[in-house]
């Protein structure tokens, strides 16, 4: 296992379209999360996962995103007439969690995505 | 409401120059502090979790340390490749992880 695969790295698209990102995760972990950075930012939180269950989203996450994760394994993002303040890098990262403990995260690389 | 504040936003240092960034926080329930470093182009990279005030944990030339209110990263004897930004996040008891905007750390040789 080499660690949360993110696919694409980049996505160019332009405003008004559909863009969808993949994500594998470390397959002993059992969350999946989804953030958004933007330049000089932390991470922002957008949702995670347990397994195949999806627990929260946040307040910020419009309903022209919507993410699945079938059969608990690898994760899709999906951003519907995307605009141009949907520019970001969208970060997966995967953890192991059980009742007292959430290990650290393991974060994949990203995908940057840039509407015009 | 739960929040992180990272200081200073840059710091830029000589080589083998020591110093700390500081991560202040309130949460309403402390589940774990963790501190990442991320390199440009890339996601962030986990260094330490910390769980309770008065807790440290060392890596090479990192030590992090933790109160109720803050925690610091020291950085002892930085070398170039020490260069990132360094996050800070916080899990509280009620919500997922939320992280500071980050300390850009530059070491110049």
């Known amino acids: 296992d080499t660690g949360v695969s993110q696919d694409p790295r980049h996505k160019i698209t332009k405003r008004g379209q559909n863009v969808t990102f993949r994500c594998d995760p470390i397959s002993e972990h059992n969350r999946l999360y989804w953030y958004r950075q933007t330049l000089g930012q932390g991470p922002e939180f957008l949702t995670y996962f347990q397994n195949e269950a999806q627990l929260e989203k946040s307040r910020l996450l419009s309903d022209r995103f919507s993410a699945e994760r079938p059969k608990g394994s690898f994760s899709t993002l999906e951003i519907q007439r995307t605009e141009q303040g949907d520019s970001a890098m969208y970060l997966c990262a995967s953890s192991l969690a059980t009742d007292r403990y959430n290990y650290g995260y393991t974060f994949g690389s990203g995908t940057r995505l840039t509407v015009v | 409401e739960d929040q992180v504040t990272q200081s200073p936003e840059a710091l830029r240092l000589q080589e083998g120059e020591s110093s700390s960034l500081n991560c202040s926080y309130t949460v309403s329930g402390l589940r774990g502090l963790f501190w990442y470093r991320q390199d440009p182009g890339k996601g962030p990279e986990f260094l330490f979790t910390?769980?309770?005030a008065g807790e440290e944990k060392e890596k090479e030339r990192l030590k992090a340390t933790l109160t109720k209110k803050e925690s610091f990263l020291h950085i002892t004897a930085p070398k170039p490749e020490d260069s990132a930004t360094y996050l800070c996040a916080v899990r509280p008891i009620n919500n997922d992880m939320r992280f500071g905007a980050g300390t850009r750390l530059t070491v110049k040789p």
């Open positions: 910390l769980y309770s």
